[in-house]
C-alpha cells in the first residue's frame, strides 16, 4: 500500500464526520483506548464489526492492493467518526490522507512485548497449522477472515512473525504515522504510560467523565482461550468428518469386495415373492 495518496472528497450519505484515528498496531491497548472512545460517545470502526458484518471482510480484503480508500471502505465507514485496531490501522497512510481533519492517536508498545502478544493471539489464526488449512482449503466461515489477516500481515511485513524483518516492519509503521501527521494533530501513547482522561480528553477537546473511571482492559487471556476454543472446535469439526468420510470409503469397498454376495441377497429377497408364486403352480 503506497503512502502518497490524494485527499478524499466529502463521501455522499456520510452521516458524522471522521474525528479520531486509532492508527496503533493492535495489541498496544488499543481495546482499553477504544472502550474510551466509546464511553466518550464515539462510534469506533474496529475488527469486531467484521464479525457481525461478514460483506466487509471482502472489501477490506480487496482494498489491500488499492492505491488510496476505495468507495466501498468510505461506505462502510461513513456512519463511523473513529477506527481502531484491525483492519483499519494497516491502512494508517490511506486514512490520514483520506481524512485530514482528523485526529490521531498511536498507540505504542515496547517491541518484545508486542511481538510476544502477537504471537499468542492474533498472529495464531496464522501460525497454527489448523488455522492454516483454514485458510487454504476455505474450511468453516473463519476462513475469509483468516484469509484477510493473512493479506495484511503479507503487505506489513512479508509474514514473518519473529526476526529482524518484523521489527523493522513494527517501527516502519510507527515512523509512517509520526512523519504524516502534523503534531498537533498527534498523540502518541505508550502502553505503559500511565493515560487517562486528562490525556485523552484534553487531546480531544472534550470533558472528562467524572463518573467513569478510565478503562483498563487486559483481553490477552480471554482472546487466547477464544482462540483455543476455536481451535479445538475446528479439530473435532475436522476429526468427525474424516469419520464420516472414512465410514463412506469403507461403504464403497465392502459393495465392491462383496457384490456377488449382495447380489444374491438382493435376488432372493426381490425374488422371492415370484418364486413362490412359480413353486405353487408346479
Keep these: 500500500m503506497s503512502d502518497k495518496f490524494p485527499p478524499l472528497e466529502s463521501v455522499p450519505g456520510r452521516q458524522a464526520p471522521m474525528r479520531v484515528l486509532v492508527l496503533g498496531l493492535p495489541r498496544t491497548n488499543t481495546t482499553s483506548l477504544t472502550s474510551a472512545l466509546r464511553t466518550l460517545g464515539y462510534n469506533p470502526y474496529t475488527m469486531r464489526h467484521l464479525a457481525t458484518n461478514p460483506s466487509h471482510i471482502q472489501a477490506w480484503h480487496s482494498a489491500v492492493s488499492s492505491p488510496a480508500l476505495p468507495a466501498p471502505i468510505t461506505s462502510i465507514l461513513s456512519s463511523h467518526d473513529a477506527i481502531a485496531?484491525?483492519?483499519?490501522?494497516m491502512f494508517a497512510p490511506a486514512l490520514i490522507a483520506a481524512y485530514p481533519d482528523a485526529k490521531v492517536i498511536l498507540t505504542t508498545r515496547r517491541y518484545e512485548a508486542w511481538q510476544k502478544s502477537m504471537q499468542d493471539s492474533?498472529?495464531?489464526?496464522?501460525t497454527w497449522r489448523l488455522f492454516q488449512v483454514?485458510?487454504?482449503v476455505g474450511l468453516t466461515e473463519l476462513a475469509p477472515l483468516i484469509r484477510l489477516?493473512?493479506?495484511?500481515?503479507l503487505t506489513h511485513n512479508g509474514c514473518h512473525f519473529n526476526g529482524p524483518e518484523t521489527r523493522q516492519a513494527y517501527e516502519r509503521h510507527n515512523e509512517c504515522v509520526r512523519e504524516m501527521v502534523p503534531r498537533e494533530r498527534l498523540l502518541e501513547i505508550d502502553a505503559e504510560d500511565d493515560v487517562g482522561w486528562?490525556?485523552?480528553?484534553g487531546f480531544l477537546g472534550v470533558e472528562q467523565p467524572e463518573d467513569r473511571a478510565y478503562p483498563r482492559l487486559k483481553e490477552d487471556v480471554a482472546m487466547r482461550k477464544g482462540l483455543e476454543q476455536t481451535w479445538l472446535k475446528m479439530l473435532e469439526y475436522v476429526v468427525m468428518m474424516v469419520v464420516l468420510l472414512g465410514l463412506v470409503v469403507v461403504g464403497f469397498v465392502a459393495l465392491y469386495v462383496y457384490a456377488d454376495e449382495l447380489r444374491s441377497v438382493r435376488d432372493i429377497y426381490v425374488l422371492r415373492p415370484l418364486k413362490e408364486y412359480l413353486d405353487?403352480?408346479?
Aim: some cysteine.
Design 122 to 126: 492474533i498472529w495464531v489464526l496464522l
Design 280 to 282: 405353487r403352480g408346479k
Design 198 to 201: 486528562r490525556e485523552v480528553c
Design 149 to 153: 489477516l493473512h493479506a495484511l500481515f
Design 85 to 89: 485496531d484491525l483492519p483499519g490501522c
Design 134 to 136: 483454514c485458510r487454504i
